[in-house]
């Protein structure tokens, strides 16, 4: 898996997200849409630190646990209503993609990690 793919994906998905959060009532773009925009933003830093980081391991598992919250907080801005079904739905999609990808890059790790025994 290279890197630059999970990059590139996490950017689109910090695009669609924030027009998503255009859509926000004004009340809760400055308190739930900041805490999903910093999230985001979190997961994209955390991928950059990993690609760059020889111990990717801990900076990975960081990211999988960003994503289940950023999980979470989409899913109560629609249950909230202040995103409709198809956006949550494309936004969680692409979500899950990068957490696949996530996955992957840990499972490439501790395969490196056996061998190397």
Not at 82 to 110: A, C, F, H, L, P
Request: proline share 1%.
């Amino acid at each position: 898996m290279s890197a630059l793919i999970i990059e590139e994906k996490c950017r689109e998905m910090i695009v669609f997200g924030y027009q998503a959060i255009k859509q926000f009532p004004k009340h809760e773009k400055h308190v739930l849409g900041a805490e999903i925009r910093r999230s985001m933003l979190n997961m994209q830093r955390m991928i950059i630190t990993a690609m760059k980081r020889y111990h990717k391991k801990t900076t990975l598992t960081d990211l999988d646990v960003e994503l289940a919250v950023l999980k979470r907080m989409i899913r109560l801005a629609k249950d909230l209503r202040y995103i409709d079904i198809s956006r949550y739905q494309r936004w969680i999609v692409q979500i899950v993609e990068i957490g696949k990808m996530t996955g992957g890059w840990i499972k490439s790790i501790n395969n490196k990690q056996a061998n190397a025994l």
